[in-house]
Every structure is written in structure tokens, then in C-alpha cells.
């Protein structure tokens, strides 16, 4: 593993490249939705090794760009040092989305919103609170956003108010399968955010080059299928909250199904919606609904290791829907690469493919609690 550590100035757009290490241990994760974070560990006889502090950046196999966020330092017989960070992403959870000081007309107060296609709103979101800010302090200095190519739903919209930044995008991104990335250019100290888009790459379509996951074709290993119904929802009452309109304030009832759920399989949820200008407020209503009911879905995802005869990034990449067959666990399933783990220890490095969605943590689901209950 080769990494390099960046010294990124909080004034200019100016990056100083301070040194370079080969003998890290650890793994880092390339995430589609989310930042992904890395953990690794370095002999403090190590060059530059006491210069892996907090804030700097470091360059993974020249491809990898994190921000480091904690280290650990160990005086025992391994003397080490351990820095931990996430993905460049990290950096939108430094913002949140702050409501215009001037409303534009036909747009809601007191809240941030945009309307178009989601990749263009995703990256407006990011110009707002990053890349061109009102306020000259919140601008991250040497990021851009790359072009807009229109990809994903094209009538999307959000309607936020002091959300997190990189959440917010997770959001938004999700309801059309669209994650985000932040790469690195070290010559010109420039740092580009861009959308990833879906890429279908399943058996049964030949648009793509279809890519075929199966124990018995010896490119995949060590499988572990998660299914959990703890967050899971499929009867939801939805309210408007952002009108002061009383005819506005009424709450509409949705299921998942067409049908009602009755009984121990119902599961219910209420649901405060912000719910853009539209000429059917009613329409609206279902359709922003919907949106937030995505993410109340029943998790389910699949781990396994891949053979290193598929290569990263070339053979398989962060978006693939592709086809995963494991008849040992009964899996015959289209599931999308979310995240890939590379894990590089003294002597082998190995690939950690995660599939549909992570597990959520303790954590994640107080916030989703908390969120419902808002």
C-alpha cells in the first residue's frame, strides 16, 4: 500500500505534498453513499509517520483520497501509529444546508429547496454550501463540481432546512440510485465532486457487460446475507410541515403495497413531509411522501470476498447492479455494489464487496426515531 500525506491550505487553494509511506497496514473503504473511512497503521520508525495528523489528506495507491479525522498513538512492543478518516465526502458533513438569506420567488421560506433533475440538484446543493456560498467562510477551498450531465429522476426536488450537507445528498441520491464521490487532482489543487450513477450490469440485459457473481465461477467467497426488519415500515401517516396553511395540515395515510397491511405484519410510521409548491398540493403530497418512505424499507444486504482475479475499478466498480448467485444460502438476486473494503495486511491484500444495503447501527436507527417522531 502506497500513501501519500497532503498538507491542503485553509486559506488558498494551495496543497504541499510533505511525504510518502509504504509500510501502512489496514483497509480502506470506497463507499457510493455515503463517505467511506479507512483505518491504518504505521511504524512509528516509519518516515513522516508522526505527520499523519488530523485535517491532512492522504492519496491511497494513488487513487484513494480521505481526510484524516482521528489518530492514535501506541508505545508498546508494536509502537505504532493508527489514523483513522473517511472519504473527501467527509468534508460535506461539515456543512449543513442553510436557508437563503433571500427567499427567490415561488420558493418556501425558511427552508433551502431546488427543483430539476437529481444530479442537478445534488450539485447545486453542493454549490450553494461549499463551492459558492453567500457567506465567503463556509467556501472549501479548491472544490468544483463537475458538469452536469441531467442524470436521475428528472422532476426531483428537496426542501431543507439545517440538514447535514452529505446526509442531505445521501437522501436525495438514494431515491434514484445516484451516490457522490470527491476526487483529487494534487498538480492543480483541485478537488471535483460528481454524482454515481447506477450502472446495470445484470444477466439479463445486454446494454452492459454483464457481471456475474457466483461461488461456483470461483469469483467470489465468504458470503454473509443480512436481512433486518428493525427499521422496516410499511404503513405511514404523512404530514405537511411546512405551510401555515390550515387546509395544508392535513395528513394523508400511504402503504408500501397496494394493499393495507393488517395485523402483526403491519408496521407503522408518521412522517413529517416538506412538500414543494405545486398546482395539485395533493400530488405533491403522495409524491414526497414516497420519497421518504425509500428509506424506511426493510434493510438487506450481502458481503463476500472477491477473487483478485477481478480487478477494482476495472472489472467491477461502485454501481454495478450486477447478478449474485449463492444456491448455498438460496441468493439468486440483482443487487447493486455499494461499497468495496480493500484490506491490506503484511503479506496479502484482499477486496470486501458489500451489496445492497450496509447493516444499520444502533445509532442510525435512534436517528431514524428521532426523525419520525420530529
Not at 395533493?282 to 438487506?300: L, V
Not at 484490506?343 to 496479502?348: A, H, N, P, R
Request: proline fraction near 5%; charged fraction near 25%; hydrophobic fraction near 35%.
Amino acid at each position: 500500500m502506497e500513501v501519500r500525506l497532503f498538507e491542503l491550505s485553509n486559506n488558498e487553494a494551495k496543497i504541499r505534498r510533505i511525504g510518502l509511506t509504504n509500510m501502512a497496514t489496514g483497509h480502506y473503504t470506497d463507499s457510493k453513499y455515503t463517505p467511506g473511512k479507512f483505518e491504518l497503521s504505521i511504524p512509528i520508525a516509519a518516515p513522516f509517520a508522526l505527520d499523519f495528523v488530523p485535517d491532512r489528506l492522504v492519496l491511497i495507491d494513488r487513487w484513494y483520497w480521505g481526510v484524516i479525522t482521528g489518530r492514535s498513538l501506541e508505545n508498546s512492543m508494536s509502537n505504532t501509529v493508527t489514523i483513522a478518516g473517511a472519504q473527501l465526502t467527509e468534508w460535506l458533513h461539515r456543512r449543513v444546508m442553510i436557508p437563503p438569506g433571500k427567499t427567490p420567488e415561488g420558493a418556501p421560506r425558511g427552508y433551502d429547496s431546488c427543483s430539476g433533475t437529481t444530479e442537478y440538484i445534488m450539485k447545486q446543493a453542493v454549490i450553494k454550501h461549499a463551492v459558492k456560498p453567500e457567506n465567503e467562510a463556509r467556501k472549501i477551498l479548491g472544490l468544483k463540481v463537475a458538469d452536469d450531465l441531467g442524470r436521475g429522476t428528472p422532476d426531483d426536488a428537496y426542501l431543507y432546512r439545517y440538514a447535514y450537507l452529505d446526509e442531505a445528498l445521501s437522501e436525495i441520491g438514494k431515491r434514484a440510485n445516484m451516490g457522490m464521490k470527491i476526487t483529487g487532482d494534487e498538480v492543480r489543487c483541485v478537488f471535483t465532486f460528481d454524482v454515481v450513477p447506477r450502472v446495470d450490469r445484470t444477466a439479463g440485459q445486454t446494454t452492459n457487460r454483464p457481471l456475474l457473481l457466483q461461488i461456483s465461477r470461483h469469483n467470489m467467497d465468504a458470503l454473509e446475507y443480512t436481512t433486518d426488519e428493525t427499521t422496516g415500515r410499511n404503513t405511514f401517516f404523512c404530514t405537511r410541515n411546512d405551510s401555515a396553511e390550515i387546509w395544508d395540515k392535513f395528513t394523508q395515510t400511504y402503504f408500501f403495497a397496494g394493499e393495507e397491511p393488517t395485523g402483526y405484519a403491519r408496521r407503522e410510521c408518521s412522517l413529517n413531509v416538506s412538500v414543494p409548491e405545486a398546482d395539485n398540493p395533493y400530488e405533491a403530497m403522495e409524491t414526497a411522501s414516497r420519497k421518504e418512505m425509500e428509506s424506511y424499507k426493510p434493510t438487506e444486504s450481502l458481503t463476500c470476498s472477491v477473487s483478485r482475479r477481478l480487478v477494482y475499478r476495472k472489472d467491477y466498480r461502485l454501481g454495478d447492479f450486477c447478478t449474485v448467485v449463492a444456491p448455498e444460502i438460496n441468493i439468486l438476486s440483482n443487487m447493486e455494489i455499494v461499497s468495496v473494503d480493500t484490506v491490506v495486511g503484511q503479506t496479502d491484500t484482499n477486496f470486501v464487496v458489500t451489496f445492497g444495503e450496509s447493516r444499520p447501527t444502533r445509532f442510525d436507527m435512534i436517528k431514524k426515531e428521532l426523525k419520525q417522531n420530529a
